[in-house]
């Protein structure tokens, strides 16, 4: 059994465990980074880097590298309630240097994170590596047990981080108490082509009954369909062709696409939660991100909200990391910086839920833009403040932590 020591480590090499674990080796801190998968390749995952992340790899002098890697830059955000066109967010005029969404692969946002923390020597990114339990000593979390294809791995820390996402290992084995929010809706994932003649990309089309969503990801279109909470099953029971006549049905566009979803296999449930942690943390143990609160895909806020976590661990935490003491009051001021955030976030998701979603799902007949969209597309200059709301959050974070060392070329 392999046994290493470290000043923290995180569970999870999501969007909140590697972005702060480069900010803490930046800073000098010891950290090990353990992900269960052999790479981030995975499709369906929130792929929205807001002007709030980008602002951050500007603080971090990184944005110039990162803006080189492979993506589509939206300033605006609009679809269709029935047949009228809505505008609903204009970005460029946030007071950010990114004055837009930049729509990217999640894989291609964390390899970045994870090649830049490499270049610090303090950085220990280990792949294939399951965190499976947590060591207890008197009440206090001293580290983890790990599988990993070498044989058990554990690493004792000062501190652990649970960054592993909204089905946490670690939040369940430290015995966090959850409350589900709820959300009236689960998303069924896939690609369909796209082609040149397409046009700009919508950010949602809705109709009776119906909800469907196209992010331009250059030559295909990741669509979304949304549908009500646990009707997967319903709508399998249909068949294949009823589903391909139903997205046919709120997105024409796509008539002579729908035929790429050759079977089931094709369409993958995403499974909506909203819900968080009452207390985020116990000696020892600190939850972020998914983990600390798992959000609705409405506004593509959940990667830039986990993001917004780690910068704040970070800046609260690495100078108690540096000098081996982490107390509960220091992991409690990371919940109360954080929460605030979370709650009106998730509030406003909930707002949109039962004010839109919920109403979409029980049309039958000709559906018309709810008052808000309206006044929107009266008023263009209203579009900026759901852009202030979506590009930027409630509480946005700011680099404060330090470089220790020069990282390496």
Known sequence: MADVRTSCCIAGGGPAGMMLGFLLARAGVGVVVLEKHADFLRDFRGDTIHPSTLEVMHELGLLDEFLKLPHRQVQQLGGFVGNTPIGIAD???LPTRCKFIALMPQWDFLDFLADNGRRYPSFDLRMCAEVTDLIDEGGRIV????????????VHSTLVVGADGRTSVVRERAGLKVEDIGAPMDVLWMRLSRRDGDGAQALGRI???????MIDRGDYWQCAYVIPKGAAEEVKAKGLEAFRSSIVGIAPLMHDRVQELRTWDDVKLLTVKIDRLARWYRPGLLCIGDAAHAMSPVGGVGVNLAVQDAVATAN??????LAGAVSEDDLAAV???RMFPTRMTQRLQVFIQNNVLSRVFASRGTISPPW??????RWPVLQRIPARIVGLGVRPEHVETPEVLPARA
């Open 91 to 93: 970005f460029s005029h």
């Open 143 to 154: 580290g983890v047990r790990a599988t990993t294809p070498d044989g058990p791995l554990t």
């Open 207 to 213: 109709d009776a009954g119906q909800m469907f969503v």
């Open 316 to 321: 609260l935490l690495a100078a108690p990391l």
């Open 335 to 337: 919940q109360r910086r």
């Open 372 to 377: 808000p969209v309206r006044l929107l597309s």
